[in-house]
């Protein structure tokens, strides 16, 4: 790199090392003595043998060209061989002739609307995953979706609302925009069979292209939260009936902006309540985790893509800050459904 940069010649060098003696021989054997140096990659085996790579380098300080053995005549480097071949030279390929860029489909005639489920080991696939894995199972389904504008074009791919890394649903709502009219039934079977089984679809259904699309129209989400609790013997029925009771649990929220805000908690939860059980499909180890004493609530809150949002930590705080409250834990998080404006009830 040295050479290559100008830095310094290592002829220049062993010249003026040897000029003491001034004689042709002394300046060779300082040169040899110089390329025998043993080099800290000495050890491994390139297959070269080591006096070709010193001639060669003197050709390199001489600038003289090395023809290329591919096309002239075998320079014994040692690579090729009956051990390791022969150096073949393969033709290219003809240069397909330029058709001009393609540019995806992006009309938007048809949307249809799925809900699907999340459950077992799919609760460990992040959102981006899941989209690109979306993206992917609808490119091998060969459906014709449509496509947004502009440099980096992507599918009309549209979930209501990111689902937490680790949490279950049997709710999401994701839209879909396609470039022509499908039958429901055949752009839903189509579509299953190239997603797991950790991804059922449970409805599917056409929407009008000018109705809100998922995303714009949720409001709210049903949870269910399996909760670790240290202990046992509370009376779990009258602490939520307390939170119930609330006109107004604050907690502090800091905007991305750095503000620190106050917030109502109580405002953005609609129902809360005891369930006996978890359903099935959940990741392995979940259901034992769950001990004696340990609960399982359901929630209704807000879930509004403009923040106004009731995250499952949020119900754990309004049941800490009732009263002095044993150590509680969340074991895991099931997403039963989401809500949208035009199906609340």
Known sequence: RQVEQGEWNLDDSIQLQAQGDGTETAIADRWQAVMDTPLPWDHLDTGIDKAWLQDDLRRAL?????PDCSFEGCSHCGVCGTDFGHNIVVPPPPIPNFEGHTKPKSERVQRLRITLGKLGDMALIGHLDLARMLD???????????????????????????LSLGATSTGEIIDFELTETMDVAEFRERLQTQLADTLPI?????????????????EQADYL????????????????????????????????????????????????ELVAHLPEHLPEGVCQK??????ILRY?????????MLRPEHVMRMLEQLQETPTLSLIHIHRQQLILASLNH
């Open 62 to 66: 001489a600038a003289a060209v090395v």
């Open 300 to 308: 209704v809150g807000s879930c509004r893509n403009d923040g106004n």
């Open 290 to 295: 769950l001990q004696a004493g340990d609960i």
């Open 202 to 218: 449970y409805d599917a259904e056409a929407v009008p292209l000018r109705a809100p699309s998922a995303t714009k129209a949720l």
């Open 225 to 272: 939260l399996a909760i670790g609790v240290s202990g046992s013997g509370y009376d779990w029925q009258t602490w939520i009936d307390q939170v119930l009771d609330q006109t107004e649990i604050l907690d502090t929220h800091t905007t991305k902006s750095g503000k620190v805000k106050q917030i109502n908690l109580r405002e953005r939860l609609q129902q809360l």
């Open 136 to 162: 992917r199972a609808v490119r091998r389904a060969a459906l014709p979706i449509s496509f947004t504008g502009g440099f980096h074009p992507g599918p009309r791919i549209a979930p209501a609302n990111a």
